[in-house]
């Protein structure tokens, strides 16, 4: 039985049939795309479970890939990138990427990192439990990907989404950026986290002067929480 289906895209030939043995071996499907603009096609078709991309390919770059499939899916994406090449990780945050992996990787590492992102978003086999957490005029449902602001739907892209939820569903706890930058985008981040405060503030924009029984709080020189009155949860 198959644990999913991976799309990997990789210029190097090799580089995706070792993947492909070693992918096929642990009970994956695996779909293969040797350019930016094979990867959409295939994506758009075959709509793999999660996605190996690497940032340089022909044509359309990997970012552009990641890019354009987050118009349209949440499907897991781990980027791939050069050991000499910087990886950007405030744009692989803003993009929506899950992980990043640097080559040259080993091959156990590369299933690893699948085997934990597919844990995070909650899509491996037989995990169908409904995600939602519900306060006052607020509903965040990460099973449609869908935020209720007063009844009616809010467009929101989905780390916004991620953020939220996991600062509701943990009521007036306290989270460092650092926190929210590893456990809601789940890959290691040093240097500038102001992508945090980012999505933050674009949230405060579609939550601002909803309900008085809950408030994104940020808690001057530590981080954020979502603040809840007692009684207040569903």
């Known amino acids: 039985m198959s644990l999913g289906r991976v799309l990997v895209v990789d210029d190097d030939k090799n580089i995706c049939e070792l993947l492909r043995l070693y992918l096929e071996k ?3 499907g695996v779909i293969l795309a040797h350019d930016g603009e094979e990867a959409l096609v ?3 078709a075959l709509k793999p479970d999660i996605i190996l991309l690497d940032i340089m390919l022909p044509g359309i770059d990997g970012w552009q890939v990641c890019r354009e499939i987050r118009k349209k899916s949440n499907v897991p994406i ?10 950007d990780k405030v744009l692989g945050l803003e993009l929506g990427a899950d992980d990043y992996i640097v080559k040259p990787f080993d091959t156990k590492e ?3 990192r699948i085997k934990a992102v597919y844990r995070r978003v909650g899509q491996t086999s ?3 439990e409904v995600k939602e957490v519900k306060y006052d005029k607020l509903s965040v449902n990460m099973t449609r990907y869908e935020l209720r602001v007063d009844g009616k739907v809010i467009d929101t892209p989905p780390k916004e989404l991620e953020l939220l939820f996991h600062l509701a569903s943990n009521p007036n706890r306290v989270y460092t ?3 929210l930058l590893d456990e809601v985008w789940g890959f290691e981040y040093y240097g500038d986290s102001r992508t945090i405060d980012v999505h ?4 405060r924009e579609k939550l601002e002067g909803v309900s008085d029984k809950w408030a994104l709080k940020t808690v001057w020189g530590v981080g954020y929480k979502f ?3 007692e009684g207040a949860h569903e």
């Open 42 to 44: 295939k994506f758009n």
């Open 126 to 128: 037989g995990e169908q």
């Open 78 to 87: 781990i980027m791939v990138t050069a050991k000499q090449e910087t990886f």
């Open 177 to 179: 950026r650092d926190q």
């Open 26 to 28: 642990d009970g994956y």
């Open 110 to 112: 590369v299933i690893a």
């Open 227 to 229: 603040e809840v009155a």
């Open 200 to 203: 933050v503030k674009r949230l």
